[in-house]
């Protein structure tokens, strides 16, 4: 298309109530006109983690009013729209059904396309909001529920190197902030301890860091950083240290796989290398600059994006419905998309050799 595409993401995969107006010019260059986020903070402190029937009622009771404010303040009617994204999966399919159905509904009212966005995908893109970022690129995807590294060729062309065999690197900061009693979300609450901790003080396991390959895993420290806490009394003091240690470890583990991945990743590859780091946890400064650190040794550029986009957000839920509008990967399917709770960006790759998991749903990575 020659023309600028403006879209309105939808994003409601996990507790955060999204929506976005986004223009995109055809050289590519981006304008967010409004975004809105509602986190459920409130809503799931008191249980130390999401609940997904919590979330999925939240999610029905402020959708639309979210949506419809964020289309006041951009100043952007529907009939002025190009198409409408939301994310379609992967995700809680409570929280993700809403989403997608509202965006249905308001396509079908001003027969506007929709497009249903993989939630990951709007991560693999999101530093596109604010900077240049040429494909190809490798990218760290780091979450509360997923881990892994991706080549990413174009737009849809995606190849997974290396995944959490169990836990995702988020999904541990949360568990040990709900052992400690010290907050949720966990990752931000571990990192704010952490800051004033002697991250030597506690031996935690690297796991899988001895082993060749991209694979990582972090079920076993989370589960050592348990029993330090059942066989010890901790002050506050011995709380930051843990955090700290805790943080060491999976930054260290993230680092020194990123630097494998570097290596494989530019094998063959011409011209600049970018590590683009994405997800809720590439909000985290300690991991930010081990990876920075590996960039640089590696002669690549980090990249990631500005912190308000790393965490679940619907701008890049837009940008992604932009981008497939602009590449002519849009169609009248996307009404009769029937929502993921599984939806891995390397399909191929996951159904040939899941990470972990599989069942009825389909491969989990």
């Known amino acids: 298309m020659t023309d600028p595409i403006c879209v309105l993401g939808i994003e409601t995969s996990c507790d955060e109530t999204a929506a976005a107006v986004l223009r995109r010019a055809p050289d590519g260059t981006v304008s967010i006109l409004a975004e809105t986020v509602r986190s459920q903070i409130d809503e799931h402190a008191p249980y130390g983690g999401v609940v997904p029937e919590i979330a999925a009622r939240a999610h029905a009771e402020i959708a639309d009013e979210i949506v419809s404010q964020t289309l006041q303040k951009s100043g952007v009617g529907l009939a002025d729209l190009d198409a409408i994204a939301a994310t379609s999966g992967p995700g809680l399919i409570g929280g993700v059904m809403v989403g997608m159905m509202t965006g249905k509904a308001m396509a079908l009212a001003a027969d506007k396309p929709f497009v249903p966005i993989n939630h990951l995908e709007g991560h693999a893109l999101s530093p596109r909001l604010a900077d240049p970022c040429p494909f190809p690129y490798l990218l760290l995807l780091v979450s509360g529920g997923h881990c892994q590294f991706i ?43 952490a800051s004033d901790g002697d991250a030597k003080r506690f031996a935690l396991p690297r796991p899988l860091l001895n082993r060749p390959g991209l694979d990582m895993s972090f079920a076993g420290l989370k589960t050592a950083a348990a029993r330090v ?83 679940d957000n619907a701008a890049m839920i837009a940008l992604a419905g932009a981008e497939r509008l602009a590449a002519g990967l849009v169609d009248d399917a996307g009404l009769t998309f029937a929502a993921r709770p599984r939806w891995p960006l390397d399909e191929a790759r996951a159904q040939a050799d899941p990470a972990y998991g599989g069942g009825k749903r389909g491969a989990k990575a």
């Open 151 to 193: 080549a990413v060729a174009g737009l849809g062309d995606y190849r997974r190197l290396g995944s959490t065999i169990d836990d995702a690197a988020g999904e541990a900061f949360d568990k040990l902030a709900k052992t400690l009693g010290i907050g949720f979300p966990g990752g931000p609450a571990v990192e704010r301890l």
């Open 229 to 311: 806490v059942e066989a010890e009394s901790l002050d506050i003091r011995g709380q930051a240290d843990l955090c700290a240690s805790f943080q060491a470890a999976i930054a260290e583990c993230l680092a020194e796989k990123s630097r494998r991945a570097l290596i494989e990743f530019q094998d063959g590859q011409g011209g600049d290398t970018r590590l683009v780091v994405a997800g809720g946890v590439a909000a985290n400064q300690t991991i930010r600059a081990a990876l920075n650190d590996v960039a640089e040794a590696a002669d690549a550029s980090l990249i990631a994006p500005p912190l308000r986009h790393c965490t």
